[in-house]
């Protein structure tokens, strides 16, 4: 558990205002055309660096002009890479036809989401934890959603983070103003409680060490790691949340690939529904990473400090910012909801599967201790005595394969790398030789 002290936020906070300062000024001396009066948002201003994966996204062009014939593999960006199912496909060809006629054209939707479609996610994912329709909110993607509810949640309230953990629960709440100033010494961020989830406490924190906080962002399976928090890790989280009075924001995305008894939501755990939102995704389940669609479960006894219902919060800005999730994708989630469609995107679960199953075993062969891959699409390879970054650049130069670097995530995952099992079959078996070559 890290927790940044005041002292240190403040003698960071004066140690940056100089350097923005003079920054500030650098712009107005030279007097570059274009510049209105109005100042940058802070916030953005105390973001330390770019985002990780635009940041790989560039390394990774830089690498193919370095080496125009080298047969790139990328193991790191996240991306599903299996075609979607033609009864899912079909479906969506078949409304947005149907846009073209007089009988078939739609306009706006309900910003909550298609009613059907809401009654499924209830009836597929939450049936034995009693969710209501009317407490699902369809959107175009969990990291759509986070954001959404930090607008809800607003700058004044504290910050819980897994560490490491998906870095845009840490960078929407700078955005937002919920942060302090970035310490280079610590290489955290003030305002934010860093919980420590790493292998020596089975990548859960001490919640005896841990500090209360409003907010606590937890995701299981976990990204990076790939660790499915256990129904006793979960039960300890939901006690921790309600006798501190805090609100759990419950990121669920790589449900589909629990293969254990590990819950797959937070609402299995009795008393969640008084202390947890639930944030989900069509994106790594059904391969809906460019048609963009999820949803949010908003319990409707879960209440602010005052006693009002935080749904009634949530329907207001999802109302205010957002339009609907396309009318087309909808439709498409529909189709992965049915019977023949479920079972057809559960197949393309198991594939992904089975790769990581491959990568692990690559991985495990080679001496390297490896953690996930078992629960989610995703390996946590330490590499011990190693810079992150280093080890992704000496991957990169020497196999031509994309990774992800774990201090993205977190100063916890400094020595760790995280390998993606999205991919062609062809692709993580041809990785996986490259690996062997590079280290046996």
Request: hydrophobic content about 35%; aromatic content about 10%.
């Amino acid at each position: 558990m890290y927790n940044s002290s005041t002292g240190n936020s403040m003698l960071c906070r004066d140690f940056m205002r100089p350097r923005i300062i003079q920054a500030s000024l650098k712009t107005q001396k030279e007097g570059i055309a274009g510049n209105t009066k109005v100042p940058r948002n802070v916030n953005m201003e105390k973001l330390r660096s770019g985002y990780l994966f635009p940041e790989i996204s560039k390394r990774e062009v830089q690498h193919i002009e370095k080496y125009p014939d080298a047969k790139l593999i990328s193991l790191g960006i996240g991306d599903t890479t299996e075609p979607l199912p033609d009864i899912i496909a079909s479906s969506m060809a078949n409304y947005a036809l149907s846009l073209s006629t007089a009988e078939g054209y739609r306009g706006y939707g309900a910003e909550q989401g298609n009613k059907a479609l809401r009654k499924a996610i209830a009836e597929t994912f939450y049936k034995d934890v009693q969710i209501k329709e009317t407490e699902v909110f369809v959107s175009d993607g969990a990291q759509c959603d986070i954001t959404r509810l930090q607008l809800l949640l607003g700058s004044n309230v504290s910050i819980a983070v897994q560490d490491p953990s998906f870095p845009a629960y840490v960078d929407s709440s700078v955005i937002i103003g919920q942060a302090g100033y970035f310490e280079d010494k610590s290489r955290m961020y003030g305002n934010i409680e860093y919980m420590k989830c790493v292998p020596q406490t089975n990548f859960f924190p001490d919640l005896a060490k841990t500090s209360r906080s409003d907010i606590i962002f937890f995701c299981s399976p976990n990204n990076p790691t790939g660790h499915a928090a256990t129904r006793q890790q979960l039960e300890q989280l939901v006690k921790f949340g309600k006798e501190n009075g805090s609100i759990i924001i419950f990121d669920s995305a790589y449900a589909a690939y629990i293969t254990d008894d590990s819950p797959r939501s937070i609402f299995e755990i009795p008393g969640a529904r008084e202390v947890a939102i639930e944030v989900s995704s069509f994106s790594k389940f059904a391969g809906f990473t460019g048609i963009r669609l999820g949803w949010t479960v908003v319990p409707e006894e879960l209440s602010f400090s005052n006693g009002f219902p935080v749904i009634n919060d949530f329907n207001r800005i999802v109302c205010t910012c957002f339009n609907g999730a396309s009318s087309i994708s909808q439709v498409g989630g529909l189709a992965c909801l049915s019977p023949e469609g479920f079972a057809a995107v559960c197949s393309i679960t198991d594939y992904y599967k089975e790769n990581a199953k491959i990568l692990l075993n690559t991985f495990a062969s080679l001496g390297l201790k490896v953690y996930g891959g078992k629960n989610a699409p995703y390996l946590w390879v330490h590499f011990p005595g190693s810079k992150s970054w280093d080890v992704f650049t000496e991957i990169l130069e020497r196999t031509h394969i994309i990774t992800v670097p774990g201090s993205g995530f977190g100063p916890a995952g400094e020595e760790f790398m995280r390998v993606s099992a999205f991919g062609h079959r062809e692709s993580i078996l041809k990785a996986a030789r490259r690996l062997e070559n590079l280290y046996l």
